[in-house]
């Protein structure tokens, strides 16, 4: 077990890692640089980042039109995952995908998508694929709480359930899909509670405190390498920008509910927590914080630098080549 304060400024480095790159993504898209969609992660840093620092490069995430996070939680430099969505050669998949399409297997990161579900399906796939071949990888899906009223969940939920598959099933609830409240779409808001449907267990934790997520996600991921089954883990959660970059607040939430949920900032939170538990204070979260700064700002430079790529390679790196 790593030293805590080992582990509380790893945790922090990758969630700083995503907000900075994240914020960065938010203002090259006003300025024209991004090519297509893009969501932020911004106020859910804290899901990707304690789920992800459990996982080997053999693991496998499934993830979503929101999966810059994971991307970078998972291992993906930021320099790729920036140039991807500039369209640029550097990127992750080459400029073709942009941020819905991060792929980058030989980390794990098996692909975001813009199809809300299926990557519930893929993860299960994974699990079903690790148990045939007797790897001890685990498949774990991201998804929100609108994919887990879309019949992906069911299925792949079920199917990892009889299976006992080592998949991790993790819900990022952040009350709204899009602009459609949970409590609008959904009998009952506490996804967790599904899992007892497929009789496995099913957990609810506070998906802006990094440390619970840890370490619930520990446990599941260790019942998974055990052989013991899938997990649902809940994680709540908020947004705390629009849906998507260029959109508006159009009044769908209170300004109250965004302003206590920024209260509850991921990075602060941690810093509160280790500073109350005398781990470490301010200085130390500073210098980590400046050094990812540093971080983004090369990779950005890194990505702009990249080339387009040229029109007589529009074929190459959109399918798979098998070797001769
Ligand atoms: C199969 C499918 N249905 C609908 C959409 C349109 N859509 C895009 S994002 C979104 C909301 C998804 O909400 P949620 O799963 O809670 O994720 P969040 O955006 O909150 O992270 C919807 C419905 C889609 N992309 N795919």
Not at 4 to 21: C, G, N, P, Q, S
Not at 219 to 243: D, F, M, N, Q, S
Not at 290 to 309: D, L, N, R, T
Request: hydrophobic share 40%; proline share 4%.
């Amino acid at each position: 077990m790593e030293a805590e304060l080992d582990l509380v400024l790893r945790l922090y480095r990758t969630m700083a890692a995503i907000r900075l790159t994240e914020e960065r993504l938010a203002q090259s898209h006003q300025a024209g640089l991004v090519h297509g969609a893009c969501h932020t992660y911004v106020g859910e840093e804290a899901v990707a980042t304690g789920v992800c620092a459990h996982l080997t490069m053999r693991d496998s995430v499934f993830s979503t039109h929101r999966g810059h996070g994971h991307a970078l939680a998972k291992g993906v430099p930021m320099a790729e995952v920036m140039a991807e969505l500039y369209g640029r050669e550097l990127g992750c998949s080459q400029g073709r995908g942009g941020s819905m399409h991060l792929f980058k297997p030989e980390v794990g990161l098996m692909g975001t998508s813009g199809i809300v579900g299926p990557c519930i399906l893929q993860a299960t796939g994974a699990g079903y694929s690790s148990k045939l071949m007797k790897t001890g990888a685990v498949g774990v899906a991201f998804f929100g709480d609108g994919a887990s009223n879309n019949g992906a969940f069911h299925e792949g939920l079920n199917l990892a359930a009889i299976y006992k598959l080592p998949v991790l099933f993790v819900c990022e609830n952040n009350m709204y899909a899009t602009e459609v409240p949970m409590s609008y779409a959904a009998g009952n808001t506490d996804v967790y509670m599904r899992a007892a449907g497929y009789n496995i267990p099913g957990i609810k934790v506070d998906g802006n405190n990094v440390l619970a997520v840890y370490e619930a996600a520990g446990t599941a991921i260790k019942r998974a390498r055990a052989g013991e089954g899938p997990t649902l883990l809940e994680c709540k959660t908020y947004r705390t920008r629009v849906h998507a970059e260029g959109m508006k607040e159009s009044g769908y939430r209170p300004m109250e509910e965004i302003a206590a949920w920024k209260a509850r900032d991921p990075l602060k939170l941690l810093r509160e927590q280790a500073m109350r538990d005398e781990i470490c204070g301010d200085p130390e979260f500073d210098e980590v914080h400046s050094s990812v700064a540093g971080q983004v700002a090369a990779a950005h430079k890194q990505a702009v630098e990249s080339p387009y790529p040229e029109g007589r390679d529009a074929l190459s790196h959109v399918y798979y080549e098998v070797q001769a």
